[in-house]
């Protein structure tokens, strides 16, 4: 291992994991100036805030909290807005199912996440700056309060920051509600103003009337750990560890029937059978089996079957198979897992956190499950299906284009790949309808 964090061997290039473990506690300040910490945030003060944005562009980050949307074009869009003051937020919530790298930052290299934060406050003069984490994340939450505590006392974070006149931010750390759709953007917002969490319509755009309805920035907390890096490598650096579509590495939570669990940093780019085989990472499963599926990005992400897998773990690579990377989450599963049941499982769950606002989700939630237990039950009973399977497909598409927020236009996902790719499994051997 190199100092900056890389291993020559090409595969295991830790940028964003390479403190972990170097702690002596995660919580000292002078712990992380020792490893390095805070060279992000001086080079960008030494730089004008164009500039910044340019290498933020450059770097071709997309957002990490499941979106994908570019940072440098929701940056600039802040950026230009004239109205004053503007609010830096930072999503903590990770509430996505098979999802738990947010945490791992948080509870073991707070600061990283902190310095981004603090980046982002000086390039939109932002004087409060908030992070969200989910209130089972008790941990995290505590150790955060004591690191925005330990900057601020020794100056890299409230007033004057680093000595520099003018430039002040005070970080607020806010506990989650627990729902899942709080960490929805506009929901997270309503949550730090102490309103119910739900989903605001839009537009608006949230750099446009966000926190208290002025400029705001949402990112997520991989995003913010990835701005130092950007900072210290340049745009150039940070967009070559990955792939012209998306730069950098990815962390990558591994579950369910892996042989090797957990989280994992990885290139953009790096082959899907690296990722899910190779022995630095997935490993397989744990059975020996085969994989019969993955389930990317969480509960809102698609089932992938085996004839998509031998891609590039890349964003385009991923959509030109009809996968997303979404959170970075990976759920494989054997071949010993009924395909419908699980995706009957994934609707149980929307039907839990639908927050009720919009009819098409509500009940279109509802529906789709009792379309799959008519299915299962069908199937079983070696019936007919095709007339629920069609009438499934009917819910999926008006729950994906009428719903107002991310969690009803992505709950169909799931099921729509696996009646795409394993139709023969609902026991209906018809021509899709749609
Ligand atoms: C139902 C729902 C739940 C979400 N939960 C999270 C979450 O827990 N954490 C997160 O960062 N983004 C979450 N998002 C995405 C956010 O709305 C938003 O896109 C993200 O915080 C923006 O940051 P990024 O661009 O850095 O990814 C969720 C979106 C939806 C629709
Ligand atoms: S789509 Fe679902 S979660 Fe989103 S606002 Fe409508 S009812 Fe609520």
Redesign the pocket.
Known sequence: MTNDGFNNDGINKKVLLKRIGQYQDPGSVQDYVRLGGFEGLRRAMSMERPQILEEIDRAMLRGRGGAAYPAGRKWRHLYDMEAEPKYIVCNGDEGEPGTFKDRLLLEQDPFCVLEGMLIAAYVFGAKDAYILIRGEYRRAKDLFRRAVANAEAAGYAGDDILGLPGFSCRIHVVSGAGSY?CG?NSALLNTIEGKTG??RVKPPHLAEFGLHLKPTLVNNVESFACVPVILSLGGQGFLELGTEDGGGTKLVCLSGHAKNRGVFEIPLGTPMEEVLYGDHFGGGTVSGRPIQFCHFGGQSGPLGFPEQLDGLFSYQDMWDRDLALGTGAVVVMDDRVDVVEYVREVAVFFVH??????T???LGATRMLACLDGILAERAAGGETSGMVTELEGIMRHVTEL???????TMGAAVGSALKYRRELFGFAGEPAL
């Open positions: 759709v929805e739900r989903p956190e639908s927050c009720g606002k919009c098409p989700c509500r719903s107002a927020c991310g969690l009803g236009q």
